[in-house]
Protein backbone atom coordinates (compact mmCIF):
# COMPACT_ATOMS: atom_id res chain seq x y z
CA UNK A 1 0.00 0.00 0.00
CA UNK A 2 1.16 3.40 -0.71
CA UNK A 3 2.99 5.20 1.82
CA UNK A 4 2.57 2.51 3.92
CA UNK A 5 -0.73 2.30 3.91
CA UNK A 6 -1.61 6.17 4.78
CA UNK A 7 -2.61 7.11 1.46
CA UNK A 8 -5.41 4.44 1.37
CA UNK A 9 -6.47 4.81 4.79
CA UNK A 10 -6.84 8.70 4.23
CA UNK A 11 -8.71 8.20 1.00
CA UNK A 12 -11.14 5.78 2.44
CA UNK A 13 -11.70 7.91 5.62
CA UNK A 14 -12.13 10.95 3.13
CA UNK A 15 -14.70 9.24 1.46
CA UNK A 16 -16.48 8.18 4.77
CA UNK A 17 -16.45 11.71 5.76
CA UNK A 18 -18.12 12.78 2.59
CA UNK A 19 -21.19 9.88 2.75
CA UNK A 20 -21.72 11.23 6.42
CA UNK A 21 -21.83 15.11 5.32
CA UNK A 22 -23.89 14.36 2.16
CA UNK A 23 -26.23 13.04 4.35
CA UNK A 24 -26.54 16.36 6.45
CA UNK A 25 -26.95 17.85 3.15
CA UNK A 26 -23.24 18.64 2.57
CA UNK A 27 -21.33 18.51 -0.63
CA UNK A 28 -17.90 18.43 -0.41
CA UNK A 29 -14.24 18.74 -2.82
CA UNK A 30 -11.99 15.94 -3.23
CA UNK A 31 -8.77 16.84 -5.43
CA UNK A 32 -5.56 15.19 -5.29
CA UNK A 33 -4.67 17.38 -2.16
CA UNK A 34 -7.90 16.60 0.03
CA UNK A 35 -11.21 16.46 0.48
CA UNK A 36 -13.11 19.05 2.23
CA UNK A 37 -16.24 20.97 2.62
CA UNK A 38 -16.88 24.34 2.18
CA UNK A 39 -19.35 25.02 5.47
CA UNK A 40 -19.00 23.26 8.77
CA UNK A 41 -18.83 19.64 9.06
CA UNK A 42 -21.30 17.72 11.51
CA UNK A 43 -19.91 17.26 15.17
CA UNK A 44 -16.88 14.41 15.08
CA UNK A 45 -16.30 15.22 11.84
CA UNK A 46 -13.38 17.33 10.17
CA UNK A 47 -14.04 20.09 7.73
CA UNK A 48 -11.26 19.01 5.36
CA UNK A 49 -8.89 15.64 5.23
CA UNK A 50 -5.48 15.78 3.33
CA UNK A 51 -4.75 13.41 0.85
CA UNK A 52 -1.19 13.79 0.16
CA UNK A 53 1.96 14.63 2.24
CA UNK A 54 3.10 18.36 1.50
CA UNK A 55 -0.39 20.02 1.22
CA UNK A 56 -0.24 23.73 1.44
CA UNK A 57 -1.85 24.71 4.98
CA UNK A 58 -2.99 28.84 3.20
CA UNK A 59 -4.65 26.56 0.17
CA UNK A 60 -6.29 23.84 2.24
CA UNK A 61 -7.58 26.67 5.14
CA UNK A 62 -8.99 28.60 2.53
CA UNK A 63 -11.40 26.08 1.21
CA UNK A 64 -13.17 25.36 4.59
CA UNK A 65 -15.20 27.67 7.04
CA UNK A 66 -12.62 29.03 9.57
CA UNK A 67 -12.97 30.09 12.90
CA UNK A 68 -13.76 28.32 16.43
CA UNK A 69 -15.27 24.82 15.60
CA UNK A 70 -13.03 23.96 12.23
CA UNK A 71 -10.85 21.05 12.24
CA UNK A 72 -8.81 19.51 9.84
CA UNK A 73 -7.30 15.70 9.64
CA UNK A 74 -3.79 16.08 8.54
CA UNK A 75 -3.52 12.22 7.51
CA UNK A 76 0.47 12.47 7.66
CA UNK A 77 0.75 14.86 10.31
CA UNK A 78 2.93 16.76 8.61
CA UNK A 79 0.64 20.68 8.70
CA UNK A 80 1.30 23.30 11.24
CA UNK A 81 -1.51 24.87 11.77
CA UNK A 82 -0.85 26.91 15.23
CA UNK A 83 -0.34 29.99 13.57
CA UNK A 84 -3.87 29.92 12.29
CA UNK A 85 -5.54 29.42 16.14
CA UNK A 86 -5.60 25.59 15.80
CA UNK A 87 -4.53 23.59 18.51
CA UNK A 88 -3.84 19.79 18.52
CA UNK A 89 -7.32 17.87 19.44
CA UNK A 90 -5.96 14.36 18.84
CA UNK A 91 -2.55 11.99 17.42
CA UNK A 92 -3.52 8.90 16.47
CA UNK A 93 -2.21 6.05 14.04
CA UNK A 94 -3.63 4.86 10.38
CA UNK A 95 -3.89 0.63 10.75
CA UNK A 96 -4.19 -1.75 8.39
CA UNK A 97 -5.42 -5.19 8.43
CA UNK A 98 -4.63 -7.97 5.17
CA UNK A 99 -7.48 -10.12 4.34
CA UNK A 100 -8.27 -12.47 6.89
CA UNK A 101 -8.64 -16.62 6.45
CA UNK A 102 -10.91 -18.01 8.37
CA UNK A 103 -13.13 -16.11 10.67
CA UNK A 104 -11.44 -15.38 14.02
CA UNK A 105 -14.67 -14.37 16.05
CA UNK A 106 -18.65 -13.94 15.69
CA UNK A 107 -19.95 -12.62 12.51
CA UNK A 108 -21.66 -8.73 13.06
CA UNK A 109 -25.69 -8.05 12.35
CA UNK A 110 -26.03 -5.51 9.44
CA UNK A 111 -28.68 -2.93 10.44
CA UNK A 112 -31.33 -2.17 7.55
CA UNK A 113 -33.78 -0.18 8.93
CA UNK A 114 -34.08 3.26 10.30
CA UNK A 115 -35.33 2.00 13.23
CA UNK A 116 -32.94 -0.31 13.54
CA UNK A 117 -30.08 2.74 13.10
CA UNK A 118 -31.53 4.57 15.60
CA UNK A 119 -31.53 1.76 18.32
CA UNK A 120 -27.51 1.12 17.08
CA UNK A 121 -26.72 5.25 17.38
CA UNK A 122 -28.22 5.63 20.66
CA UNK A 123 -26.19 2.56 21.96
CA UNK A 124 -23.47 3.99 20.02
CA UNK A 125 -23.80 7.87 21.26
CA UNK A 126 -23.68 9.58 18.04
CA UNK A 127 -27.58 10.51 18.24
CA UNK A 128 -28.99 12.33 15.16
CA UNK A 129 -25.48 12.16 13.92
CA UNK A 130 -26.24 8.44 11.47
CA UNK A 131 -29.22 9.35 9.42
CA UNK A 132 -31.13 6.89 7.50
CA UNK A 133 -29.47 7.80 4.29
CA UNK A 134 -26.63 5.82 5.22
CA UNK A 135 -28.73 2.68 4.97
CA UNK A 136 -28.60 2.87 1.00
CA UNK A 137 -25.13 4.55 0.63
CA UNK A 138 -23.16 2.39 -1.63
CA UNK A 139 -20.47 0.09 -0.02
CA UNK A 140 -21.43 1.47 3.60
CA UNK A 141 -22.36 -1.28 6.42
CA UNK A 142 -23.98 -0.14 9.93
CA UNK A 143 -22.95 -3.23 12.13
CA UNK A 144 -24.43 -4.19 15.46
CA UNK A 145 -23.39 -7.00 18.20
CA UNK A 146 -26.23 -7.77 19.66
CA UNK A 147 -27.53 -9.22 23.30
CA UNK A 148 -29.34 -12.71 23.47
CA UNK A 149 -32.53 -10.37 23.54
CA UNK A 150 -31.69 -8.84 20.62
CA UNK A 151 -30.54 -5.15 22.69
CA UNK A 152 -27.11 -3.45 20.87
CA UNK A 153 -24.41 -4.02 22.94
CA UNK A 154 -21.43 -3.10 20.10
CA UNK A 155 -21.03 -1.93 16.65
CA UNK A 156 -18.91 -0.21 14.23
CA UNK A 157 -18.84 0.68 10.84
CA UNK A 158 -17.70 -0.47 7.49
CA UNK A 159 -17.36 1.71 4.02
CA UNK A 160 -15.63 1.52 0.92
CA UNK A 161 -14.81 -0.73 -1.90
CA UNK A 162 -11.53 -3.25 -2.13
CA UNK A 163 -9.75 -1.78 0.53
CA UNK A 164 -12.51 -1.44 3.63
CA UNK A 165 -12.19 1.45 6.28
CA UNK A 166 -13.22 0.86 9.58
CA UNK A 167 -14.90 3.27 12.02
CA UNK A 168 -16.88 3.75 14.93
CA UNK A 169 -15.99 0.78 17.17
CA UNK A 170 -17.69 0.65 19.98
CA UNK A 171 -18.39 -1.58 22.74
CA UNK A 172 -20.65 -2.00 25.92
CA UNK A 173 -19.24 -4.96 26.97
CA UNK A 174 -16.80 -5.98 29.07
CA UNK A 175 -14.59 -7.74 25.80
CA UNK A 176 -13.67 -4.70 23.45
CA UNK A 177 -11.69 -7.37 21.54
CA UNK A 178 -15.06 -9.04 20.70
CA UNK A 179 -16.24 -6.14 18.05
CA UNK A 180 -13.17 -5.77 16.21
CA UNK A 181 -13.13 -9.80 15.59
CA UNK A 182 -16.44 -9.38 14.79
CA UNK A 183 -15.61 -7.18 12.10
CA UNK A 184 -13.37 -9.67 10.61
CA UNK A 185 -15.57 -12.40 10.83
CA UNK A 186 -18.30 -10.54 8.65
CA UNK A 187 -16.05 -9.15 6.25
CA UNK A 188 -13.13 -12.03 5.78
CA UNK A 189 -10.86 -11.37 2.77
CA UNK A 190 -10.78 -7.91 2.33
CA UNK A 191 -7.99 -5.52 3.70
CA UNK A 192 -9.00 -3.35 6.36
CA UNK A 193 -8.02 -0.04 7.16
CA UNK A 194 -9.04 2.85 9.83
CA UNK A 195 -7.32 4.71 12.47
CA UNK A 196 -7.24 4.72 16.40
CA UNK A 197 -5.55 5.74 19.45
CA UNK A 198 -4.67 4.96 22.66
CA UNK A 199 -6.75 1.91 24.29
CA UNK A 200 -8.48 1.72 21.55
CA UNK A 201 -5.27 1.48 19.06
CA UNK A 202 -3.65 -1.11 21.24
CA UNK A 203 -7.09 -3.52 21.14
CA UNK A 204 -7.16 -3.12 17.26
CA UNK A 205 -3.22 -4.19 17.48
CA UNK A 206 -4.31 -7.04 19.14
CA UNK A 207 -6.86 -7.94 16.67
CA UNK A 208 -4.56 -7.95 14.06
CA UNK A 209 -3.80 -4.33 12.61
CA UNK A 210 -0.34 -2.97 12.29
CA UNK A 211 0.52 0.93 12.56
CA UNK A 212 0.45 2.53 8.99
CA UNK A 213 2.03 5.75 10.35
CA UNK A 214 0.71 8.92 12.03
CA UNK A 215 -1.93 11.19 11.79
CA UNK A 216 -3.23 14.19 13.47
CA UNK A 217 -6.87 16.12 13.71
CA UNK A 218 -6.66 20.33 14.46
CA UNK A 219 -9.47 21.89 15.89
CA UNK A 220 -10.18 25.64 15.91
CA UNK A 221 -11.33 25.94 19.54
CA UNK A 222 -14.18 28.18 20.79
CA UNK A 223 -12.81 31.20 22.15
CA UNK A 224 -12.52 31.54 25.95
CA UNK A 225 -15.60 32.96 27.49
CA UNK A 226 -15.07 36.18 29.06
CA UNK A 227 -14.71 36.64 33.13
CA UNK A 228 -17.70 36.80 35.22
CA UNK A 229 -18.25 39.91 36.41
CA UNK A 230 -19.03 39.35 40.76
Same mark, same amino acid.
Given at each position: ??????????????????????????????????????????????????????????????????????????????????????????????????????? @? !?? &? =????????? *? $????? +????????????????????????????????????????????????????????????????? @? !?? &? =????????? *? $????? +????????????????????????
Amino acid at each position: MPHDGREAAARDNAEWCAVVCASHGLTGRSDADAWSVPRRSPPWYPDAVTLRPGVDPDALLARIEEGPGASVKDSFADLDLSGHGFVVLLDAQWIHRPPTHGP @P !GT &P =LTRVTTPER *L $AAWAG +AHGGGELFRPELLTSPGVRILAREDERGGIVGGAVVSGEGVHGVSNVFTRTADPLDVWQGVLATL @P !GV &P =LVGYESGPD *L $AVALQ +AGFSPQGPLRVWLHPDPAPPPRRS
